[in-house]
C-alpha cells in the first residue's frame, strides 16, 4: 500500500511524533530522586539502603563527615542502579542548611521525596532537665527539621509534585513521664506538619509525618544508657521494632498519600486511644508508672 500525496505523513510530523514518544518514555522511566537528612544512622541509614536497592538516585546528608562516609560506603554497596551522592549538613545551623539545599538542588535538582529523619531524646524528670537540654531538642527536632522544609519547598511548588516526610516520635501523639521537653518538640512537629499538609494543598506536594515507637537504633540505646533507673521502668514492655521494617512501612504509605505514619499495630492502638478515648490512654499510662517517682 502507497501514500498519495495528501495522505503521505510529513517528515516533520514523523519526527515529532517520534520526538514526543522520546520525551514520554523518558518520563516513564525517570529514576526517583529520593533525599534522605539523617541518614548515617538508624532509620535514615535503614531508608537509604531500602531506597538504594529500588533503584532510585539518591542524596545522603549528615552532620557527621565520618559516619556519613562510611554509611555512604555501605549503601553503595546495596546492589542498586541509581546514583547516589552524598553532603554534610547540620540541622542546628540553620543558614547553612539553605546553603546547602540550594547547593544540591542546582547540582542534582529537584527532589521527589525528601525524608528528614535528625532527632535527639534527652528523657529525665522535669525539674532536672535544665534549659539547655530542653533547646537542644526544640532546635533539633522541631527548628531543623522546620528549617529544611523551608529551604526545600519553594522549588518543589514551582516543579508541582514531591513528598515530603518529617519525622516525629509516637510520643508526639500522647506522652509519658520523663519525656517533657522531648515530647513538646515532637507535638509541635506534627502540628506543623499537619498544618502544612493544608497549606500545600493543591501545590501537588505533599506533607507527610512519620510517628514512631521505639526502635532499635544507636539513638535508643544512648537514650537507654543515660536513663534513670526511673526511667527505664516507664519504658519496660514497650515493644521495640527494627529500622528495616519500619523503613519498608514509611515508604510504603508515604507513597500512598498518607499523613500520619505509625508503624506497629501496638503503636497504632495507642493513636487510637489518644485520638478518641485519650482519658483511656491516660488511665493506662497512670497505671503503668503509678509505682515510678521521679522525686
Known amino acids: 500500500m502507497s501514500f498519495g500525496t495528501d495522505t503521505a505523513p510529513s517528515v516533520s510530523f514523523v519526527m515529532a511524533t ?9 518520563k516513564e522511566h525517570r529514576r526517583i530522586l529520593a533525599w534522605v537528612v539523617g541518614s548515617s544512622y538508624g532509620l535514615g541509614l535503614a531508608l537509604a539502603k531500602i531506597l538504594r536497592r529500588e533503584g532510585v538516585d539518591l542524596v545522603m546528608f549528615s552532620s557527621n563527615p565520618t559516619a556519613l562516609f562510611l554509611a555512604y560506603k555501605d549503601v553503595c554497596a546495596q546492589e542498586g542502579v541509581g546514583n547516589v551522592d552524598m553532603a554534610v549538613l547540620d ?23 525528601v525524608y528528614i529523619m535528625p532527632g535527639i531524646s ?13 533547646r537542644r ?28 516526610l518529617t519525622c516525629a516520635s509516637l510520643l508526639g501523639c500522647f506522652t509519658m513521664p520523663g519525656f517533657a521537653g522531648y515530647s ?7 502540628s506543623f506538619s499537619r498544618s502544612m ?3 500545600l494543598r493543591g501545590s ?24 534513670t533507673p526511673a526511667l527505664i521502668q516507664v519504658q519496660e514492655g514497650l515493644k521495640v521494632l527494627e529500622p528495616t521494617s519500619v523503613g519498608e512501612f514509611t515508604i510504603r504509605k508515604l507513597r500512598k498519600g498518607k499523613f500520619l505514619i505509625v508503624p506497629g499495630f501496638d503503636s497504632q492502638l495507642v493513636l487510637l486511644l ?22
Open 184 to 190: 513538646a518538640s515532637k507535638h509541635a512537629l506534627v
Open 18 to 26: 517520534e520526538r514526543a514518544s522520546s520525551r514520554m518514555h523518558a
Open 274 to 295: 489518644a485520638r478518641h478515648f485519650p482519658i483511656i490512654l491516660d488511665l493506662i499510662v497512670s497505671r503503668r508508672t503509678r509505682s515510678v517517682s521521679f522525686f
Open 197 to 199: 499538609r493544608a497549606e
Open 91 to 113: 540541622l542546628n545551623n540553620h543558614k547553612e542548611i539553605q546553603h546547602v539545599v540550594s547547593e544540591k538542588l542546582s547540582d542534582g535538582g529537584t527532589p521527589d521525596e
Open 122 to 134: 534527652e528523657p529525665g524528670p522535669f525539674l532536672t532537665t535544665g534549659p539547655e537540654s530542653l
Open 137 to 164: 531538642m526544640m532546635d533539633l527536632n522541631f527548628f531543623g527539621q522546620v528549617e529544611t522544609v523551608r529551604a526545600i519547598l519553594p522549588t518543589m511548588i514551582k516543579s508541582g509534585r514531591g513528598r515530603i
Open 204 to 227: 501537588g506536594v505533599q506533607m507527610s509525618c512519620l510517628c514512631p515507637p521505639a526502635m532499635s537504633t544507636p539513638g535508643f540505646e544512648k537514650e537507654i544508657a543515660i536513663s
